[in-house]
T-cell receptor, first 110, second 115 residues
Framework: QKEVEQDPGPLSVPEGAIVSLNCTYS??????FMWYRQYSRKGPELLMY????GNKEDGRFTAQVDKSSKYISLFIRDSQPSDSATYLC??????????FGPGTRLSVLP | DAGVTQSPTHLIKTRGQQVTLRCSPI?????VSWYQQVLGQGPQFIFQ???????GRGNFPDRFSARQFPNYSSELNVNALLLGDSALYLC??????????????FGPGTRLTVT
C-alpha cells in the first residue's frame, strides 16, 4: 500500500462546475497537508496548506482534512479553464520529509 | 523578485555518464530540497539541505549526492546514469529548515533524459 493515494484521473468537468479532488493516506503521523497545482512542464505551485484536521478556505478553493478517516479534499468552486492542471496532494509529519500523491489531472472544458 | 531558478532546462545524457544539476533558491531562503518526478507520478524527495548541512535524505541510491554552497545555491549530482533516472528534477526552497516547515517553493525543474 502506498503512503499517499490519489485518483490519477483524468477528470473532465464543464466550466463553472464544482470540482472535488481527494487523497487518502496511511501514515497517522502526518500533520501538515498541502495542495499543489502543476501546469504542464512547470514546477508545482503551492495552493493551500492545512495543519491537522479542519477546513480552510481561500477564494474559490476549500481544503478539508479528516485525520480520523485519513482523508483530505480540495474543492474548487466555479471552475475555470485556467484551472486545468495536475493537482498534487502532499503531506508530512513533524520533522519528516514531504510525501506527494501521484496527482490528479483536471480538465475544465469551456 | 526572482523565484527558484534551475539550470539547465533540459539535458540529454547516455547511460553511465554523470550529471550535475544546479539550483538557486529564492533570495533569503536558506533551505533547498531536491525531488525527482517521473512522468505521471508525484515528486519524490531526494535531499534537503539547510545552512549547508544535509537535513534529510530520501530512499535513493548513493549514486545521488548533493551539496549546498555558502550562498545557499545547491547542486545535485547523479553518477553512473541509468535509463530509469530519466525524470524531471525539481528544486524547492524554503525560508527555514524547521521540522514544521511546510511552505516550499518549486523551480521549473530540469528535464533529464538518459538514452
Amino acid at each position: 500500500q502506498k503512503e499517499v493515494e490519489q485518483d490519477p484521473g483524468p477528470l473532465s468537468v464543464p466550466e463553472g462546475a464544482i470540482v472535488s479532488l481527494n487523497c487518502t493516506y496511511s501514515n497517522s503521523a502526518f500533520q501538515y497537508f498541502m495542495w499543489y497545482r502543476q501546469y504542464s512542464r512547470k514546477g508545482p505551485e503551492l495552493l493551500m496548506y492545512t495543519y491537522s484536521s479542519g477546513n480552510k478556505e481561500d477564494g474559490r478553493f476549500t481544503a478539508q482534512v479528516d485525520k480520523s478517516s485519513k482523508y483530505i479534499s480540495l474543492f474548487i468552486r466555479d471552475s475555470q479553464p485556467s484551472d486545468s492542471a495536475t493537482y498534487l496532494c502532499a503531506m508530512k509529519g513533524y520533522g519528516q520529509n514531504f510525501v506527494f500523491g501521484p496527482g490528479t489531472r483536471l480538465s475544465v472544458l469551456p | 523578485d526572482a523565484g527558484v531558478t534551475q539550470s539547465p532546462t533540459h539535458l540529454i545524457k547516455t547511460r553511465g555518464q554523470q550529471v550535475t544539476l544546479r539550483c538557486s533558491p529564492i533570495s533569503g531562503h536558506k533551505s533547498v530540497s531536491w525531488y525527482q518526478q517521473v512522468l505521471g507520478q508525484g515528486p519524490q524527495f531526494i535531499f534537503q539541505y539547510y545552512e549547508k548541512e544535509e537535513r534529510g535524505r530520501g530512499n535513493f541510491p548513493d549514486r545521488f549526492s548533493a551539496r549546498q554552497f555558502p550562498n545557499y545555491s545547491s547542486e545535485l549530482n547523479v553518477n553512473a546514469l541509468l535509463l530509469g533516472d530519466s525524470a524531471l528534477y525539481l528544486c524547492a526552497s524554503s525560508l527555514a529548515g524547521a521540522p514544521s516547515a511546510y511552505e516550499q517553493y518549486f523551480g521549473p525543474g530540469t528535464r533529464l533524459t538518459v538514452t
